[in-house]
């Protein structure tokens, strides 16, 4: 199968009868996990903000249950713990969080003195608090369960140049997340990240604070050849591939990994 052709990803069934908490699972690779999950034998919650993807989503994925709050916020977490539970769900098999706001390559000379500390905040907020809050409201879940938390980083918690100082930093934040958390919760939980590169339609959005929040990463007419030129093997990955990922992780197969990082980024990694 080439890259690009998500359509061709065939199902076979990986996390039939999983119990999964996805937040972000509005659009981009939040909504290709619920998919993913749900198309594998998952029974999927989702916490999404934004009351139109909430709607979008119970409509388009009718077996998931759809939930609108914000993952920073620890009453909006225990809600979608709630609806876990009240799902008939014991335990929780895997926590998935695919949340994150982005700063637009903004260096810190770049940043007027007066929005750094409120962008900092807001940046780490949503890309590392997210997943710390709702890491704890999950925890007596997953431990029942023996279940597995996927947070997500990005190729710009690993290489330079793809992102501003907070955004990259919060990125750096999430790989010590992944490393601590799988020590401290081992052996009853698994702890692991995925770090996507760059990723045909997302809908990641911009830090109010940094006077960002109207800017969106689009596709723009030269996105896909853009994308193909940074990778090594020449491809644009799309949020069903990189869906994958996390489905591996989320799976038996993984059974006995955590603490580590998939990468599905087009061989960032082994460019010189």
């Known amino acids: 199968m080439q890259m690009g052709e998500a359509h061709k990803i065939q199902a076979s069934g990986r996390l039939s009868g999983q ?6 699972a509005g659009s981009g690779i939040g909504r290709a996990v619920a998919e993913a999950f749900v198309q594998e034998g998952a029974h999927v919650v989702a916490l999404e903000l934004s009351p139109d993807k909430c709607a979008a ?6 077996t998931v249950q759809a939930i609108e709050g914000n993952a920073c916020k620890r009453a909006d977490i225990d809600n979608a713990v709630d609806a876990c539970a009240q799902a008939g769900a014991i335990g929780l098999d895997a926590l998935v969080n695919c949340v994150g706001i982005f700063d637009f390559y903004r260096g810190l000379s770049e940043i007027d003195a007066d929005k750094l500390e409120a962008g900092f905040d807001d940046i780490y907020r949503v890309n590392v608090l997210s997943g710390l809050v709702a890491v704890k409201a999950c925890l007596p879940m997953l431990r029942a369960a023996r279940g597995t938390v996927i947070l997500t980083s990005s190729s710009s918690g690993f290489y330079p140049g793809r992102g501003g100082i907070l955004y990259v930093s919060s990125k750096f934040a999430i790989r010590g997340c992944v490393t601590a958390l799988a020590y401290e919760l081992a052996p009853d939980v698994r702890v692991n990240g995925v770090a996507p590169g760059g990723v045909l339609g997302t809908d990641i959005r911009g830090s109010h604070a940094l006077g960002l929040d109207n800017m969106i990463i689009g596709e723009g007419k030269d996105r896909v050849a ?19 990922s996390y489905v591996f992780l989320a799976s038996s197969a993984a059974s006995g990994i955590t603490g580590e990082f998939l990468h599905p980024d087009g061989g960032l990694g082994i460019r010189g």
């Open 57 to 62: 989503l119970s409509d388009e994925l009718p």
């Open 226 to 244: 853009d994308l193909k030129a940074l990778t090594p093997l020449q491809v644009a990955m799309t949020p069903q591939e990189i869906a994958q």
């Open 19 to 24: 119990r999964a908490l996805v937040l972000g």
